[in-house]
Each structure stands twice: as C-alpha cells, then as structure tokens.
C-alpha cells in the first residue's frame, strides 16, 4: 500500500524529552484477536509467500522486485542500442544504395539474422529519436536527412525481397576467408566457421550443414563438402544494378539498359558462384580431417593388403601341407599293398608246396597201394590208367579237398583203404557231377 | 502475481484450462479470465449467462439450465431444481421447502436423491443422488464452458457459501471430480464478489469494510468482511434459508392471483401447474421491473383455460414486496452488529444474487448507511458489475491467479497455517495535533482487523515553523459519537484521507434535519512508543513506517521526508518484557 498522507501536523517536541536515540517504547500491542484470512487475491498470495518461505516485507520486496527486474531484463535482451556514429548521422538521405541500413537502424550486430519485429521496435526507437518535429522542437535545423535514411532502411528492411537483394551485397556481412598462413597458424574450425555460417545465409536450403569439428565423422564431413560444392544460393546482384531504367525512358533504352543489367548480374552471380567455389576448394585443401580421412583411408587399405598377402600365403602353405600330407598317405598305401602282396605270395607259394605235397602224397598212396594190383608188378597201362585218374581227381578236387584228401590218404598203405579213400572221393565227385560216371574206374572198385 | 510459487508448475501435466464456477442453488455461472486479464462470464448454448441449476428428465432426454426451467410447468416431477444445499447433508438436515414445485428429495442409503424417471418406459424410478446430479449439473457447465473456449476445461475454481460445511466441500470436490474437474480451490461466495471488484484496474488497495449482501434465488447470506490492503477477514455471516428473489415473487404471486380471483373466481394457485406458470411468469415481471418503470405479466391458459394479461408498476410492486425489502435489510443490519460494527464503520456495501437487481434494495441500503458508503449496484453504481456474475467473475479472477500453481502448492498456501493469523484488535496509529486541540487527534495507520505481518507508512505534516516533532505512536479506540445538530461538528474524518484541508481548520459538514448526527471519532489509547525527529525543516514532512511482526512486534522508523539517517526502534511482543527494548 501508498503511503498514507497526514495533513494535520505532528505536535512540537515537549520541552525535557528525552529517549535513547530518541525513540522510548511504552508498551507492546494489545493481545490480537485469530481469524481466518480468506485464501483468495492477489494480496493473500503475496502474504502466503511470505509466511511460507518466512520473509519479512522488505525481502520479500527484494526478491520480487529482482525476479521483476530479471523478467524486463529478458524482455530487453535483444534490445537495438548503438551508438551512432556521427558519419551516419550525417548521411544524405538521396545515397540509399550505399547506406547500411542496418546500421542506420542500430542492428548491425544483427544484420541479416533481425527479425522482423526486431526492425520495427528498432525503427520505432530510432523515430521517436529522430522525427523532425522533435528536432525541431529541440530548437536545431528541420534537416530530416537522417531521418529520411531511417525510413529508407526500413522500408528495404522489412520488404522481404528488397531486403533479400540488400542482404545480397551487404559486405559488411561477408566475413572473408582466412589465408593459408593464417589457417595453418590457427584453429581451422575457429577461423572457417565464421566464413561458413556467413556464407551459409545465401542457401535456399536451410538448415546448413555445419563445419563440425576434429571429431565429425566422414559423412558428416563428406555432407558438407558435397553440400558447399552443390551450393544453391539465392543471392542476387539486382541492388547493383549501374542503371536503373525509369518510367520515362523510351522502351529501347528501358530494354537496352535491362539487357545490361542482366548481364552484369549474371557476371556476378557467376563470378560469386567461382568464388564460393574456390573458397570450397581452398578450406577442403586445408582442412586437416581430409587428410586424416585419406590416410585413414590409406591404412586401412594397407591392412586390408597385407591381410589379404597373409592370407594367400597361408593358403599356399596350406597347399603344401595338404599336398605332403597326400604324399605320405599315397606312399604308405603303396607299401601296405607291397606287403600284402608280398604277404599272398608266400601263402600262395605254401599252398602250392601244399597242394604239391598233396597230390604227391596222393599219388605216393596210389603208388604205396602198387596201383591197386595187389602183389604182383603192375602193368604200365595200369600204372598209367590209375595214374591218369588220380591226374584227373586231382584236377577235379581244389586245393583244401586236396588236402583233406591228402590227410585221409596221409600214411595209408594199404591198397584196400587208399582205394576206399580214393572211390569214395570219385563217387563223391561223381555225385557233385565233376566226373563222369565212366570216369576214375580204376579208382573204383 | 508471482513465478516464485510458479516455479514448481513447470511440471504439471497437460494444459491447465481453468474456469471459476459459482455454483448457487437458483442459477450457476461460468467464468473465465481472458488473456488481457479480465474477468468475463461465459453464455451457454441458450444464450444465459445465469444458468439454471435445473435439470429435466422427459423420456429418457436430459434437459439442463433454462429448457429445464420450462419444464417446472409440465414435468414437475421429473425435473431437479434447487439441490446444491443438499449436496453432502444427511437427509434428516434439510430442508426440502424450495423443491415443493420441482422434484422432492428422498432418503436413499443416508443421503438425499432424487426419484426420477429417467428412462422413456413408464413407472421406472430410479433414485439419482444429489452428488450425481451434481456431477451432471457440473458436467454441462464445464461442457459449455468447453465450447466456448474450444479448449476442454479440465479445472475449476468453485464458489460456496460460508455456511458450507467441510463435509459438503468434500462432496462437492468428488461430484466434480467425477464431472472431470478438478476443483482448484473452494472460496466462498462473497470473497469471490469482493475480489470480483477489486481486481478492477480502477479500483485501489484499500482498508475497508466491505458488506456483502447476497440475496439469491431461495436465500440470502450477509458477509461483513474486513478488507485490509487487499487481504480479506470474515468478520461476521448472517444467513436467511427462506428470504430471497422468491419471496419476491410470491408478493407479486398473491397479487395477481388476488386479481385473476376477483375476474374469474378461480384461484390459480390451487393448481400446481397453474402456479408454476405463475411463478414463472412473477419471476419474469420481477427482472422486467428491475430495468423498466412497469411490468407485464401475462400468462397463456392460467387457470381453467382462461388467458391472463395484466401489467404492473415498480411503486405497486415496491409496496408489495416491501416486507421482503425490510428482511432483506434486518438481515443486513443484523449481520452488522454481530460484526460488533456500527453501519458507519462500512466503507462499501456489495450487493450480488439476482435479487439485487432490484432497485428498492439498494435504495433502502443506501438510506441505512451512511453516505461515505458506497452502494455497488447496479442502479445506484454506474461503475457497478452484474451482481449475478459477481461470484463467478471472483472465482475467475481467483483461477487465473492460480492456475500456474501445483496443486500442492495451493493446498499449503490454503492451509490454516497460513490462514489463521492474529489480527490486531485496535487500530494502530500516530498522534497529531489540530490547530485548536492541543491534546492531540488520533490518525490511525493500521485499522483494527488488520492481519499481522503488517506494514503500513504515512506522510505526516510537521508544524508550520518546522523544528522537533514528537511521534507517538498508540493504539486507538473507535467511538460513536451522537451529536445534537446545533454545536457545529466537527470532522474528525475516520479514514485519514476523509481529513479536511491542510491547515487543519474544521469545516462544517452538516445543515441536515434535526437528527441526531452520528460520527465516529478516535480516541487515543494504550501509548505504544513515542520517537522524535529533531530540527525538522520547515513545511517538511515526516514520514513514519509501522511494522508489525506476525509475533505482535511493533517496529517504527520515523524520518523526515528527503532527510537522511532518523529514528528506529522496536517494541517487543506482548508477554514478553513489557517495554521491549530500543
């Protein structure tokens, strides 16, 4: 609450007054009565505050008064305050294409980046500072030059497309590139960032891949480049325009002076065009994470080679083994078969010593039995005939028939049981149909 | 006011679309608080901005607000009217009177509900409870609300009587809660119509006693409240359950029913539905007399077929309903002096409730207090608000303040703790002299009432020739004086910028009747401190700043007006040394 106003006057200090540092408290305030304050305005929040975090008045006053304070700071961040320089101040109002009609409003720390609302509360202050009538009723000259710029700017300023072609040429925007000492002394990044982000106000494309930093990827980096070199800018050279034709000009030298403006328009945007290029080109030599990329790029290569090289050699090695291993395993079949051959031989031979045996012993009992002719000498057609059937029993029986045969026969002298053998051993092989029934008849009895 | 206590909201969910609801028994309303920060009350689809508390059931078809209303004639029985005191209560405790003419409550599992045929089929009476109905009735306001804004209100601020108890603000907050509302904050009915005028840009920070005439549909409720810079104490409530815009009604009822009886020998009010269309078309012919000179009142087959015209002038009707006007102020005066206050203590009487259209009201208001007072209404303020809106513009006002809060945040600030303060029982102030009265005029700077921590400064004029001053600061004592009208009186203005000129000189108020004049004049009481401030220059000023501490402290400083260093000191609390310390 205001502080109240008493009109009727304090009465005079009685004579003999006296008090320590001349206050003398009497008594303190009659006991108060409780009550409920209803919960509810403004003015109960405020004393809810209060009681809740135990200020007194003038703290709480203090607070509110520096989050207030804080609120309006906010408000006027942004806030369009520059000096002006006098050269500006001085300007003829006729000169608009050279003018920087950032500055004539204040926003040159801004420039293309103001907002709109920041150039009409810019071209509001600047107004209310500069209006002639102010001026004049300030007592100085009814020279509004100035004030002329300001409505120029303004009207450039906020007309998008007018404020597009001064924007175009606004140099004092343009941040130019560092040389390659000054790149090679310094911090790449700190010193082309700056060139970029300038550079990047003129993209249709928004946003603008940016610059990164030592720790950006390849395809951030490859992003970038690929997009600077594909640039699409929207700048224009119109405000540059040497002539401008007007209304009154016949049609051909309206064309005419078009025709030239177009050309040199087109000059230019080609030459920025060049120009923005070699800026691409000189920050892609320099940059140093190229570099790294390449000769990551190289290593890696290498790796990949000797990785490769490692393992063709470990192929042939394998080739080797493998070949060797076949080798032995070839050699070592062969000298099986050589010993199972020689193995078979031996039984071979044995068999035969055995078969030879054999029919020896068989013969021998043929012989033993004297032919089956009892005492008496035998004839040599009975010697041959029995001996031409033993032959032919022989060949009809195999080898372990022979040597059954043999063992049956083995020792035997008697004519009677060799011949027994040898019948049963013909009607054997009769039956099995290897002879004939007139077959081995001496054998027979 | 503050993001201090918004801090913490940043996290609460969804957008908070809050409206302040006044919730009455007759009518509700719907406010909401505009982005430029003004209060406005919210038409429903019907074009109302005082919507019936009503709803009517007709074949399974809900009817809410002024569709309803028409339904009293028709389908009386299935049409709920006049439940919100009925919310949260025991059957046993209320009082069914007003629902004579609309649907009667019933005892349903120890609360009261309404028997209603809800559905098409004939003879299907489902019991609905009061806190459904009010779930409903909330439902549709806050729907409307809804499509006004275009944003689904969520959240409320809800106005109550002061009478309301804790157990019908609980059942009030969970019928709203099943409506989908979040009830913020509970204030009462005429903290809401204070507020209501105060957040007025115009209107300044003052301390002030404030009457509160709300005179409603079916009842009337008087509030004196203690307004002291912007906070607010409810000193006293006086309520009347059976006075109120009706009983207004009734006189013009009688009368025309006492007509229509001598043309047509019938009486109308024998007939229920005769008599709703009666009390229908009153309550019409009272709000026509409220704007115009007369009234008409006709009805379309009154009673026995017979149409019925006929018109009435607001003398005719002031001298029907003058006993109801007479209520209307005993209540006012009663309320008054249970305050243990005295008419001239009131700065500002606010009338709200629809009753208070009525200009005889404030007219007879304004000839009980006296003229300092300032009448607000609407046809003795210019400046006056709708009375109807009041309370809903109040809780509009009161949920845009705290909208950002957590909810928890609102239940702290709301808690007794912070509520329940010490209010000074006198009124503090500073001694000055007049130029004839050597012995001194008490000039208050704190009034009693006046919650603590509480601090307040003042200008003082010194002396002419300047030099040594002598401040004694003391609590004052307000008396009533009667004076016979031949001594001149003399004004002794209660409130400091009431003084008269700068000299000091008196100035003679009054050439009126022989009556007695009554004047409230202060006496100095208990001397609390006394300071000086010397070589004071001359025609300069002294500025002293009274603070007092929630434990009673008293801290003065005292210095001259654009003077540097002055006079500081404390008087401690009560109990505690006597003379405190300097």
Known sequence: ?445 | MSDQEGTGAASTPPERIVIGIAFGNSNSSIAFTSKEGKAEVIANEDGDRQIPSMLSYVQGEEYHGTQAKTHLVRNSKNTIAYFRDFLGQDFKSIDPTPCHASAHPIEHESTVAFSIQESAEEGTHVPITVSEITTRHLRRLASSASDFLGKSVNAAVITVPTDFSEKQRDALISAAQVAGIDILQIIHEPIATVLAYDARPESKVLDKVVVVADFGGTRSDVAIIASRGGMYTILATAHDYSLGGANLDQALIDYFAKEFTKKHKTDPRENTRSLAKLKLEAEATKKALSLGASGSFSVESLADGIDYNSTVNRTRYELLAGKVFSGFTRLVEGAIQKAGLDVLDVDEVILSGGASHTPKIACILQSVFPEKASILAPSTSATAINPSELAARGAAIQANLIQEFDKEDIEQSTHPVVTATPHLAYAIGVVAISSDEKHGIFKPLMEAETAVPVRRSAQIATPKEGGDVLIRICEGLREIKAHKPEPKPKVNGNKPGNASDGDGEDSGVSDDDEEEIRQIVWKAGRVLAEAAIRGVKKGGKVEVGVNVGEDLSLSITAREVGGKGGVRGVVGRPKAAENGSA
């Open chain 1, 1 to 445: 609450m205001a502080s109240t106003q008493v009109i009727l006057p304090l009465p005079i200090l009685p004579e003999g007054w006296t008090g320590e540092k001349d206050f003398r408290p009497f008594s303190s305030i009659s006991t108060a009565t409780s009550r409920n304050i209803e919960p509810v305005g403004p003015h109960f929040l405020a004393h809810a505050r209060r009681k809740r975090h135990q200020r007194t008045f003038s703290e709480d006053d203090r607070i509110q008064a520096q989050e207030k304070v804080k609120k309006v700071e906010d408000d006027d961040a942004g806030e369009i305050s520059e000096p002006e320089d006098p050269m500006l101040l001085s300007r003829d109002a006729k000169d608009w294409k050279g003018q920087d009609h950032y500055a004539v409003l204040g926003l040159s720390k801004y420039r293309y980046k103001a907002t709109e609302d920041q150039i009409k509360r810019a071209h509001r202050k600047k107004v209310l500072k500069h209006h002639p009538d102010k001026k004049a009723a300030a007592g100085s000259t009814e020279d509004d030059s100035f004030f002329k710029c300001i409505q120029k700017a303004t009207e450039i300023l906020l007309d998008p497309v007018k404020r597009r072609q001064f924007d175009s040429v606004d140099e004092a925007a343009d941040v130019d590139p560092p040389s390659k000492k000054e790149t090679q002394k310094g911090n790449f990044y700190k010193l082309w960032r700056p060139v970029f982000a300038a550079e990047a106000r003129f993209s249709k494309i928004q946003p603008v891949p940016i610059l990164g930093d030592d720790k950006s990827t390849k395809e951030e980096v490859e992003d970038f480049y690929n997009f600077w070199y594909n640039f699409d800018s929207w700048r224009s050279f119109e405000y540059q325009d040497e002539d401008v034709p007007d209304d009154n000009e016949n049609r051909d030298q309206k064309r005419y002076v078009e025709r030239k403006n177009n050309a040199a328009r087109k000059k230019k945007k080609t030459e920025d065009t060049a120009r923005l290029r070699r800026l691409v080109d000189d920050a892609l030599a320099l940059d140093e994470r190229i570099k790294k990329f390449r000769q990551q790029e190289r290593a890696h290569k290498d790796r990949r080679r000797l990785e490769k090289e490692a393992e063709a050699k470990k192929a042939a090695e394998d080739a080797v083994r493998a070949k060797e291993e076949e080798a032995r395993a070839r050699a070592e079949a062969e000298e099986r078969a050589k010993a199972e051959k020689a193995e078979g031989k031996k039984a071979k031979d044995a068999a035969k010593n055995a078969v030879k045996k054999n029919k020896r012993v068989l013969k021998g009992a043929v012989k033993d039995s004297n032919y089956f002719c009892g005492a008496g000498d035998a004839s040599a057609s009975v010697i041959d005939s029995v001996l031409s059937d033993v032959e032919l029993v022989i060949s009809k029986v195999d080898n372990e028939e022979l040597a059954a045969l043999a063992g049956k026969l083995n020792g035997k002298k008697d004519a009677k049981e060799v011949k027994s053998v040898y019948a049963e051993e013909v009607k054997r092989l009769q039956g099995e149909g290897k002879l004939k029934a007139g077959d081995g008849k001496t054998l027979l009895d």
